[in-house]
């Protein structure tokens, strides 16, 4: 028999395993398209199930991202006071340090919370309980007036006046077969809407005591994330990844706090400037534009909309609604060009378009939370495509082009420019850096060739 058949050939090998595995890939993804499109309902379905069971550990994990940066900060204080004390080894101080750092944390966090809740609630709720009230009093005088200025304009413009008969006809039709009917629905969803708040209430209960485990672990989690991560991936891709999970950090907390401050100062402002102006509800008013303002672009405009709405039916005089609407517009200006650079810090540094194109695109796709975390979303989804073209660049040998390019859009943020500029890939990773031939380069390698064989 002939050995060299039996041989085992590891080239051959690998490329026959790199085949199965590209051929096997393909029928699974085929088989999970197919799946899908015939059975999306039950994937939908499946994965609500899942994130209503693991929501409170959602909700922890958001809480304890919040609260990292405080529980560091008294993390450090605590740890120099206990460098201190020769009572105790360093791995004793790093636990007793990590231990008083979290419960001080919600101990700040809790008394800010209450402290807000104490002087902002009884302010909200008299603002609610007094529209309510006025507007329950006033609907009969609001109709009267509606149908009044009808009655006003057929008899001004009685050319108009079928038309107006008729969209009056189809108003009182569309509310006795469209809208009458769908009350018992309307109230089944009242109901049901009470009953997810209760629940999210209780996740949110629930969160708060996982949340102290998360915060409590948080560097035993990212050091065994940090080891999986570096058993999945060669050193070069797992500090890509670990350098790419930095920024995103970054993103995602600078512009959560930095937006959380900045719609807390906003709503302070427009509550002393809408009691100057004498308009009624003026904790009501400042709490929905305050809370919209979270978002970007479009958040003050769309607290404008139910604010102008209260406006014109608690005032006498229309020129404060102007004045409102104006001040809205100014303080728009103010925050974008002033309070919002300064607080969040030029962390999410992409440009006006692409702001309104995350809010658009993530609020469509997830609603509240997408307008909310569309533009740091956006931000790692943009500067991920980034780094893997200046990767690419660099490994094909165009380092000309990426240089013009850094030298033409680079300088612009030279004073904010983040670690995450650099590229992925170094410059030893182009064919360039792996084909340099010199005679020093190659003495270099042939004597360390040498000395590893000896």
Request: net charge positive; with cysteine.
């Amino acid at each position: 028999m002939d050995q060299e058949k039996f041989t085992f050939n590891k080239e051959r090998f690998k490329k026959g395993l790199y085949i199965s595995l590209i051929i096997g890939g393909g029928l699974a993804l085929a088989v999970l398209f197919f799946f899908m499109i015939f059975n999306g309902n039950t994937i939908a379905v499946t994965i609500d199930k899942l994130v209503v069971i693991l929501r409170p550990f959602i909700v922890g994990a958001i809480i304890a991202y919040i609260l990292k940066p405080t529980c560091n900060a008294y993390e450090k204080l605590v740890a120099k006071w206990l460098a201190k004390s020769k009572r105790l080894n360093e791995k004793k101080q790093a636990k007793r340090a990590n231990l008083i750092a979290v419960v001080f944390t919600y101990i700040t966090w809790i008394a800010i919370i209450t402290a807000l809740l104490w002087v902002a609630i009884p302010q909200v709720y008299q603002s609610v309980y007094n529209f309510v009230t006025d507007l329950t009093r006033d609907m009969p005088m609001y109709i009267d007036t509606v149908t009044k200025f009808i009655a006003d304009f057929k008899n001004s413009h009685p050319d108009l006046a079928p038309y107006v008969d008729q969209a009056g006809s189809s108003l009182e039709k569309w509310f006795s077969t469209e809208l009458a009917p769908k009350i018992p629905e309307i109230g089944k969803s009242i109901v049901l809407g009470v009953v997810d708040f209760v629940n999210v209430m209780k996740d949110i209960v629930i969160g708060m005591v996982v949340s102290v485990f998360f915060l409590a672990g948080r560097k035993t989690f990212a050091k065994k994330t940090k080891l999986i991560v570096n058993c999945l991936f060669k050193e070069k891709h797992a500090n890509a990844i670990f350098k790419e999970a930095k920024f995103a950090d970054r993103m995602f907390g600078g512009f959560l706090e930095g937006k959380i401050i900045d719609s807390t100062i906003i709503g302070i402002i427009y509550f002393i400037a809408i009691t100057l102006m004498d308009i009624p509800y003026a904790a009501l008013l400042a709490l929905i534009c305050g809370v919209t303002n979270i978002i970007p672009f479009f958040g003050p405009f769309l607290g404008a909309i139910p604010s102008s709405f209260i406006i014109i039916m608690s005032v006498d005089n229309p020129w404060k609604l102007l004045y409102f609407l104006i001040f809205v517009c100014v303080i728009q200006f103010i925050d974008g060009n002033i309070i919002d650079p300064h607080i969040v810090g030029g962390n999410i540094q992409i440009s006006p378009f692409c702001v309104i194109f995350a809010v658009l695109v993530f609020g469509g796709l997830w609603g509240f939370w997408g307008l909310l975390i569309g533009v740091p979303t956006f931000a790692v989804i943009y500067d991920i495509i980034k780094q893997l073209v200046y990767a690419r660049l660099l490994k094909t040998g165009k380092k000309d082009i990426l240089k013009a390019h850094l030298e033409e859009f680079g300088k612009k943020k030279k004073k904010t420019a983040s670690a995450n500029e650099a590229p992925i890939l170094d410059d030893t990773d182009s064919p360039e850096a792996k084909t340099d031939s010199t005679p020093d380069n190659k003495e270099s390698q042939e004597a360390s060739k040498e000395e590893s064989q000896k």
